[in-house]
């Protein structure tokens, strides 16, 4: 069959970084025996800057188009929105030049894309899954008042009852589509990596010291204000953060008297690896109020084998449990984050290795992209049938 797969946020290997959830998806039912397109946008929404390569390109097997992107300059703001509804407008139109799929699998967010992509799966008889990796437009509930969020919560509502298929990264995804209503058929499917060794020139640091390690976002739904303070408070601690956003300068200035904290920038692939394989132990401090079930960072982090800290509650603090693989504190204290850091001192590093090792499978992106194919596949199917 034919499968078309939209999303505009993620990376690309092409640009050095590892494989994503999307171009791991299309490789999966690529690898299947279908003919796959993968729609991306021609604008780096990590890098806020324009993509070299804007052709048509063959990735693992499918083809990849660029649909033309006006530009943003932070994850929050209007133009961000306006770039959405422009990046729909025109994935429509070239969308509608092309030979008819049978399926679209179309990410949410962002929700202008799901609308459209809603409405033209309807008007051809095709099969359409949208793919959840973000509570919109609940997370901007901390930003925007509630009653201006109306308009969305309908949006979000007609893609959700007109889907034929919903998937999420995390449960708390799903639970929400049926909160509107929805009652297509549901699959959870964790943002996936694939589990490689660690480099070989690359190993923990025999120093005295605890390194930390955080590769992510640096935005208001990242408690690196914590981090940052904690590591300043414990002379034992250094901290190496990859990646970038719009606090990052607020946080560099916070950490500018600290020689032991260093910012890395966004790494590629091989860099990342080598930095995460040089660490003792991984960071994931989010606000519970990010609406985050399952941040894709713990696919990194387990796959190198680290030990997590951790400030989200729900299914991330459960996994990490379940698994043996870190601990869980509370965002917004230093105090709660340090014993946290004293738990982990105490603690059998071999095991929590192992545990980490074991909660990587639950990421593993050689059995989660292959089920999802096979759930895709009966979605469209059971449509032919209807």
């Not at 459209?116 to 901390?142: I, L, N, S």
């Not at 058929?185 to 190993?203: C, I, N, T, V």
């Not at 250094?238 to 719009?246: E, Q």
Request: with cysteine.
């Amino acid at each position: 069959m034919i499968v078309w797969i939209v999303n505009p946020f993620d990376n690309l290997p092409l640009e050095g970084y590892r494989p994503q959830r999307y171009w791991l998806m299309a490789r999966a039912f690529a690898r299947a025996g279908h003919d796959v397109v993968l729609w991306t946008s021609d604008f780096s929404h990590a890098h806020k800057s324009p993509r070299e390569m804007a052709a048509p390109l063959v990735g693992d097997g499918f083809a990849l188009r660029f649909v033309p992107t006006p530009p943003y300059p932070r994850n929050i703001c209007m133009r961000r929105i306006l770039s959405h509804r422009a990046f729909a407008r025109r994935w429509l139109g070239m969308a509608e030049k092309e030979q008819c799929p049978d399926l679209v699998v179309a990410s949410l967010p962002p929700l202008s894309l799901g609308d459209v992509a809603a409405a033209f799966c309807r008007r051809g008889g095709v099969a359409f899954v949208t793919d959840v990796q973000d509570a919109w437009p609940e997370t901007f509930e901390r930003v925007v008042p509630r009653m201006l969020l109306a308009p969305l919560r309908s949006t979000a509502r007609r893609i959700y009852q007109a889907a034929d298929g919903i998937s999420g990264v995390a449960r708390i995804y799903l639970d929400l589509a049926k909160s509107y209503g929805a009652r297509a058929p549901m699959h959870l499917a964790p943002l996936g990596a694939d589990l490689q060794p660690a480099p070989e020139d690359a190993a923990p640091r025999n120093d005295g010291m605890l390194h930390l390690v955080y590769a992510g976002n640096m935005g208001k739904s990242y408690d690196l204000a914590t981090v940052i303070d904690a590591v300043k408070a414990d002379k034992t601690l250094c901290l190496d953060l990859a990646g970038a956003g719009p606090d990052e300068l607020t946080l560099r200035a916070r950490a500018a008297d600290c020689p032991r904290i260093r910012f890395h920038g966004y790494l590629e692939a091989d860099r990342l690896r080598a930095l995460l394989a040089s660490a003792d132990a991984a960071l994931v401090p989010m606000f519970d109020d990010s609406l985050v079930g399952l941040p894709g960072k713990l696919a990194d982090y387990s796959a190198a084998r680290l030990p997590i800290l951790n400030s989200l509650s729900g299914e991330t603090a459960a996994l990490i449990k379940e698994h043996s693989a870190g601990f869980t504190y509370a965002s917004g204290s230093v105090s709660s984050l340090a014993a946290a850091v004293e738990s982990l001192r105490a603690a059998d590093a071999t095991a929590l290795r192992a545990g980490a090792a074991s909660l990587a499978a639950v990421f593993d992106a050689a059995s989660i992209y292959p089920a999802y194919v096979s759930w895709a596949e009966k979605i469209v199917s059971e449509r032919r049938l209807k």
